[in-house]
């Protein structure tokens, strides 16, 4: 799985598509996340710490985050 890292150090990519393709991995990770929240999976999974390494990818390339909270899982 591609990882936001991956998508940090890719010299290929410009800023804005670096943006875009973590925003899209956010939003694949908050649906992992909410299905397992909702599923009863094992919520040690790995899935908060791509999320947090995914928002952290975002506030490095200065992007504009919408607020994180329950509401945006």
Same mark, same amino acid.
């Given at each position: 799985? &591609?990882?936001?890292?991956?998508?940090?150090?890719? %010299? /290929?990519?410009?800023? !804005?598509?670096?943006? $875009?393709? &973590?925003? !899209?991995? &956010?939003? !694949? %990770?908050?649906? &992992?996340?909410? $299905? $397992?929240? #909702? /599923?009863?999976?094992?919520?040690? *999974?790995?899935?908060?710490?791509?999320?947090? *390494?995914? #928002?952290? %990818?975002? *506030? @490095?390339?200065? $992007?504009? @985050?919408?607020? %994180? /909270?329950?509401?945006?899982?």
């Amino acid at each position: 799985m &591609l990882e936001a890292n991956d998508i940090l150090t890719d %010299a /290929g990519l410009s800023r !804005e598509q670096k943006i $875009a393709r &973590l925003k !899209e991995l &956010l939003s !694949e %990770a908050r649906g &992992l996340q909410r $299905a $397992a929240t #909702e /599923g009863g999976m094992d919520p040690d *999974d790995g899935v908060t710490r791509n999320l947090r *390494d995914i #928002e952290l %990818a975002l *506030d @490095q390339l200065n $992007a504009e @985050q919408p607020e %994180a /909270g329950a509401a945006t899982l």
